[in-house]
């Protein structure tokens, strides 16, 4: 299933909860991150300059961001300290971490 069609939010939440390993890549003009899914647990972020949780939230602030969703290919190495519980609660209110130029 192709979950990229959501917003971001709703695309991270739906691939946690269906408990699918998937890579969701996010780019806003030179800026590249990728999210990380294994087995619907958040464990891994990367942005051209941050790792880990600072690498998830970097991803989250960028305003007008387009993503696409795929299979996970390659493990990458767990380097998300937050609970998927937490980070999931944080993503269901949008003022949390609100987008920004």
Do not use: C
Request: hydrophobic share 35%.
């Amino acid at each position: 299933m192709d979950f990229s069609s959501y917003d971001l939010r709703t695309t991270v939440r739906l691939i946690v909860l269906s408990g699918e390993s998937r890579r969701i890549d996010v780019a806003r003009g030179s800026m590249r991150g990728s999210i990380f899914i294994k087995e619907g647990e958040i464990y891994g972020a990367i942005t051209n300059d941050l790792q880990g949780d600072e690498a998830f939230f970097e991803i989250f602030s960028w305003k007008n961001k387009t993503h696409a969703d795929s299979q996970v290919t390659e493990p990458m190495e767990k380097n998300i300290r937050i609970p998927t519980g937490v980070l999931i609660d944080l993503l269901k209110n949008p003022s949390a971490n609100a987008d920004r130029d």
